[in-house]
């Protein structure tokens, strides 16, 4: 329970006014000193209530019964009554039934309400004309308000059967009572001082529940109780049913009060019973009325009152801390149902529907060799160990139009300037640009500016090329005549599986690229085109501004920046490079917090695409998706987890297990597809089972530390991977068309 909620429900049974009848003045106040310890205190009297009274010896005739709380008499007592009270100072009195009352049966019902069986129990007395009385529990009320309203409308009493249904104690009587009380009056703008409480006997009392009457009493309620108690709810249960059918009262009691229960169970046979005992009991004479139509004490404490604040207060600060987590959580579900499972498999379609689609388009492309002339821009800070191979990658492509490599020094402290020449002095396409410190962007923009061709491909200084992976980003351009294919992204693939750390990696990009990216593609809606391998209309960039540094998603900004200004881009699953993917958790943790702070930066820089249909299903399902991804999580995984626990404790593991099953099988479905459309080895779908163990917690974290970096204003830093040059890159193929 949040601190607004029982600061809520402090105040509202503390401070707000409660609806009960005053004492008379000199009321005494608690229960009478020693009452708890005493047992075996006798029950005199007939009728739907009960009260504790002082047995008092008379002078000139038999004892008389005293109230204790204000100690006025009551009368005298019977001669039975008066025997059976001898040796005790106290006894528990039924009274209630008025003068005029005869062969009356008041139904009353327990622990509802219940969507199950108040329902049908309600439909049974309209039909029968029969009205009756409930106690209700205060939970059940804010959880089925509209039956509560009912039962009031078509005739009926409700009373108060406390909040929780738990075992009273004089301590815990004000806070179950007067909650109860005031759902009640929110839900059905009446008041009743009628009360029965949990598990009650018909006697003899002990010292404690006459303590709890006591109680009561002084708080100004008025106890019920039954005088025929049918004990349905063991008829409900399996394990317990009696062989006999649920007895029908004795035809020599002239009024009486029925329990039964409307809640807590199966309750079948209750509605059976009744269908047998309304017909009985008008066959011998009885009628039937509620409570107060029989008790003129009752009937005085029932009227209508309006609500005040403290009645809706209490009932909306229930409802916030039983029925809204419930309702969020469900709802919670529904949505990751609807976004992993069917999201999932959308995307599955999609991405196979997209290889159909370019089997057909790529029929008229030229091969991996031919295509426009292009530069090749790689950005590179202290990369001596990997940038040589990066190069010779590049130099022995099959691409015949590749004008150069231009290499940017972004400040390296280390020997990567001469690393590059060294390779250089081999190959004249390569060369060298140097430039202080300035970051990833600028290196770009520098190699942009200084690029011969109108077609720039851009890689990391770790990614291996394959020999057609330039051709295959290239060619897409001889089929955009009008200039609006803006940039073509490569797919990506893990080069370095040596760990269980890698070969996730490996399952996530084959998946993230091969599938979920593929569907954006078929709907011309990628969010990001990875700059570790990509191909890009120079003029394009230019005429957008270039890659910007307000973003630590330079690559994500600048595709966005180009769909905004109405460029196309689009994907090759045939351009395949190799990069190097962190070995060890602290390395991935660094790596995705740029990925993850970046994302935000670039989603928050163009949340005006947001719901706008000129921008299409980019606009108006992509966007909107990683956007609800990164606040939903943020918002609500606390709050997941918790009820998971809660679930786990109350339910047991299976929902989630289920739950976890059903993840588990989308994600087979989702990794098959994309081992199959990447052309990958199915040696992949071992990490299946170990995937959302590293997803989920490693997701998490990284939602929470960008978010609090973000809220604070501070900056994160580039966090560049450490290279350890363990990249393998597939065997080189002409590639012409896709399979």
Known sequence: MSGVTVLALTIGVSWGPVHRPPRSPGTNTGAPPGLSEMDGIPSVGTGPLVRLVQVQSHLYGRPVAVDPLSNRTLGALSRADAASTMGSPYAVQRYGYSHAAHKTISLTFDDGPSTAWTPPILDLLSRHKVPATFFVVGAEVVRHPDLVSRAVREGHTVANHTMTHSVLTPTSMERELVLTDRVITATTGTRTSLFRPPYAGDGPWEGHDAAVLAEAERMGYLVSVDDFDTNDWMYGDPATRPSAPIPLPPTTMDNITILLHDGGGNRAETLAYLERLIPWAKAHGYSFHSLPQVSPEISEG???????????????????????????????????????????????????????????????????????????????????RVIARTLRSLCGTQYRNMVEVIVVDDGSTDRTAEVVEEVAAGDDRVRLLRQPKSGKAVALNLGFAQARAEIVVTGDADTVFTPTTVGCLARHFTLDPGGRLGAVAGTVKVGNRRNLLTRWQALEYLTQIGVDRAAQDLLHAMTVVPGACAAWRRDAVLSVGGYSSATLAEDSDLALELQRSHYQVTQDNLAECHTEAPETWRALTRQRHRWMYGNIQALWKHRSMLFKRRFGWLGMLTLPTAAVSILLPVVFLPFVYLMAFMTIQQQGPRMLL?????????????????????????GHLLMVPLYRLIAEPLRAYLLYKSTLVALRGTRSGWNKLQRTGTVRASQPQDVKAPT
């Not at 149902?337 to 991405?351: C, D, E, K």
């Not at 089997?359 to 202290?382: E, I, K, M, Q």
């Not at 989308?666 to 597809?673: D, E, M, R, S």
């Open 658 to 682: 289920l739950f976890g099953a059903l993840l588990l099988a989308v994600h087979f479905v989702q990794a098959l597809a994309g081992i199959l459309l990447c052309r990958e080895r199915m």
């Open 302 to 384: 029932t009227s209508p009152y309006a609500p005040t604040v403290w009645d809706r207060e209490t009932l909306w600060a229930h409802q916030a801390m039983w029925i809204w987590p419930n309702s969020l959580l469900q709802f919670l579900f529904v949505l990751a149902i609807f976004y992993v499972v069917v999201g999932g498999l959308v995307n599955v379609v999609l991405a196979t529907g997209r290889r159909v689609r370019h089997r057909r388009r790529f029929r008229r492309l030229p091969t991996a060799r031919d295509g426009p002339p292009l530069s090749v821009v790689v950005p590179a800070f202290n990369e001596e």
